[in-house]
């Protein structure tokens, strides 16, 4: 019945289904050239992209973009959160009614529902991190131009704005809006239509009353809405998600496999092929994007039209965004065009039914000690979120979505974690222990940029079971805002230091320092920190003393007294003294 409503209807379905025959959609793909889709919207996104640029041109915006702030600053001003927004129908067959909002935490896949379902159903989720909400528009057939303002808190609809009252529906065509991008910059909610004729509306959304206590239909003027086209048809072989990078604040979307992306000041709104390679499979069903504050780019994607299983998977665009000073944006992005390999991974997979996402999420940092120790996402090791200019341990943090293996000569991971291979940058040397020392001393360099005291602490498997104890544990406090300076640690071990069960056959132990962004009062080696901070992991490298060749020195040494003593039975002998022998062998034998 839902299928047969589909094809009576000018739906996202309809649409989205035609991508069941890849074939036909590589066909028509094929057919309209890059040039052609640009050239295709340049005629109507003028109208959109204008607003924006007309508001920013009489008003020049006072304070830096969000893009340009330090991390933990745009992770601030962007709300970003160890979660994103996904949203889907609660049964997969049925994907227009009955939506459910969740928070999902994109390395684990584990989700959260947020409040009750929406029976009418809704798509094009954007999350406003100014005011703290977030908007979609209604799946309904007699709401879908009504746009929905949804607490993210509770998941309730808590204003519904009918915009066919300001719009020109014979304009839309009688489509359904299921893209939704939020740029808090412009503060324009950008939302795509299921039609390739009538694609994007902008919407001001700084003109929109988002206060529960003025009605659930007081949503005060909506004007400044513009009418743009997409350069290629929403869904088949188009756009499915589209979101804003807080690295640079152009847009992106993933078409037939590709990165596409466009500035959002751009003179004439193309949009332009990133990615030189196909980033994802393009006859799977890619629903939702989102980025972290890092830049990196997230794509939930499932296998199937109607699938209860999702899947994440990430992509590095963070080190890629070279936005010259002086260089036109046009000049800008033709360099750019097709000339990125984006390379990423699955990292998730979420066992629910998620058809669009919305958010900032925030980046992990994780350890490299091997498992045993508590290292990985799996076996609850220690994470943080990524912001160098908050706390670091030395000055740098890369951001991962998980523990990482050095890196083999060939490219190639290696099989196990052994603390080495990556960019820690805390101890400027491995520390290393002779086998007859009683205690170490460490002086890692840390670096604190935030207003209020933190906590260092650094654990050394001192007994060597493979296992951080908390009599294993040093701690230091530093001063809020103090800045780049060292620390030191210290461990005594009278009996030794015990080489660890967890090293693969070399005399090592290992090391585990962390920085937390607050005091912790009893910080563990393991589990996340809901807040700003590192992991660095350690080997320790156990030196032994020469003993073999102690051995060959007394041997020598033997041998020379003992050659000394026989020359001098030798002599006794021609001497006809045979004490001062006896008396040379004994002491060579001593
Ligand atoms: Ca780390
Ligand atoms: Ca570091
Ligand atoms: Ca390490
Ligand atoms: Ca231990």
């Given at each position: 019945?839902?299928?047969?409503?589909?094809?009576?209807?000018?739906?996202?379905?309809?649409?989205?289904?035609?991508?069941?025959?890849?074939?036909?959609?590589?066909?028509?793909?094929?057919?309209?050239?890059?040039?052609?889709?640009?050239?295709?919207?340049?005629?109507?996104?003028?109208?959109?992209?204008?607003?924006?640029?007309?508001?920013?041109?009489?008003?020049?915006?006072?304070?830096?973009?969000?893009?340009?702030?330090?991390?933990?600053?745009?992770a601030t001003q962007l709300d970003a959160k160890e979660y994103f927004f996904g949203s889907g129908p609660v049964d997969p067959s049925s994907q227009y009614t009955n939506t459910q909002l969740y928070r999902i935490n994109p390395l684990t896949g584990l989700r959260e529902s947020v409040g009750d379902v929406y029976a009418n159903g809704?798509?094009?989720?954007?999350?406003?991190?100014?005011?703290?909400?977030?908007?979609?528009?209604?799946?309904?057939?007699?709401?879908?131009?009504?746009?929905?303002?949804?607490d993210p808190n509770t998941g309730e609809v808590f204003k519904r704005a009918n915009l066919a009252d300001i719009w020109d529906e014979t304009y839309l065509g009688n489509n359904y809006f299921v893209l939704g991008s939020y740029n808090v910059e412009t503060q324009q909610y950008v939302v795509g239509s299921t039609s390739s004729r009538t694609g994007a509306y902008s919407i001001d959304m700084s003109r929109i009353d988002v206060n529960p206590a003025t009605g659930a239909d007081n949503y005060g003027v909506i004007s400044g809405t513009s009418i743009s086209e997409t350069p290629n048809g929403v869904g088949a072989g188009g756009q499915w998600d589209w979101a804003v990078n807080p690295r640079d604040g152009r847009t992106y979307y993933v078409d037939n496999g590709y990165v596409y992306l466009q500035g959002t000041s751009s003179e004439d709104g193309d949009w332009w092929q990133l990615s030189t390679n196909q980033v994802i499979r393009n006859d799977d069903y890619n629903k939702g994007m989102f980025f972290d504050i890092d830049g990196n780019l997230y794509i939930v994607s499932s296998r199937d039209w109607r699938s209860s299983r999702s899947e994440v998977y990430k992509y590095s665009l963070g080190d890629m965004i070279p936005r010259a000073d002086g260089v036109s944006e046009r000049d800008d992005l033709q360099a750019l065009q097709r000339s990125r390999t984006v390379s990423g991974e699955l990292i998730s997979v979420i066992s629910a039914p998620i058809t669009d996402a919305a958010g900032y999420v925030v980046s992990y940092d994780f350890g490299d000690a091997p498992r045993s120790y508590g290292t990985t996402l799996e076996d609850g090791g220690p994470y943080s979120f990524v912001d160098p200019s908050a706390v670091a341990l030395g000055t740098g943090i890369t951001a991962e979505a998980d523990a990482r293996r050095p890196l083999l000569p060939g490219g190639s991971e290696s099989g196990e974690y052994n603390g080495r291979g990556d960019t820690d940058d805390a101890l400027g040397t491995e520390p290393v222990v002779n086998e007859s020392a009683t205690s170490l001393t460490i002086a890692p360099t840390v670096d604190v940029g935030v207003a209020q005291e933190v906590t260092v602490a650094a654990?050394?498997?001192?007994?060597?079971?493979?296992?951080?104890?908390?009599?294993?544990?040093?701690?230091?406090?530093?001063?809020?805002?103090?800045?780049?300076?060292?620390?030191?640690?210290?461990?005594?071990?009278?009996?030794?230091?015990?080489?660890?069960?967890?090293?693969?056959?070399?005399?090592?132990?290992?090391?585990?320092?962390r920085i937390y962004d607050r005091v912790e009062l009893a910080p563990l080696p393991t589990g996340g920190h809901d807040g700003f901070g590192e992991t660095e992991d350690y080997p320790v490298v156990i030196e032994r003393n020469p003993v073999s060749n102690v051995n060959a020195a007394a041997s020598a040494a033997a041998d020379s007294n003992a050659n000394a003593a026989a020359v001098a039975a030798a002599r006794?002998?021609?001497?006809?003294?045979?004490?001062?022998?006896?008396?040379?062998?004994?002491?060579?034998a001593a």
């Open positions: 019945m839902e299928h047969a409503r589909f094809l009576n209807d000018d739906r996202p379905g309809l649409v989205r289904q035609a991508r069941l025959c890849p074939r036909e959609l590589n066909k028509k793909v094929t057919m309209m050239s890059f040039s052609k889709r640009g050239k295709y919207f340049k005629q109507a996104i003028g109208v959109a992209i204008a607003v924006p640029i007309l508001g920013l041109g009489v008003v020049p915006p006072a304070s830096a973009a969000v893009w340009d702030l330090p991390p933990g600053d745009r809704y798509d094009a989720l954007a999350y406003d991190p100014e005011r703290k909400v977030l908007y979609a528009f209604e799946s309904s057939s007699a709401g879908k131009y009504t746009l929905l303002i949804i654990w050394l498997d001192l007994d060597g079971d493979g296992v951080f104890e908390d009599s294993e544990r040093a701690t230091a406090r530093v001063p809020a805002s103090s800045g780049e300076q060292s620390v030191n640690f210290s461990w005594n071990f009278p009996e030794g230091l015990s080489p660890s069960a967890a090293a693969s056959g070399t005399e090592e132990t290992y090391l585990r320092l006794a002998d021609a001497s006809g003294t045979a004490s001062a022998a006896a008396d040379a062998t004994a002491e060579a």
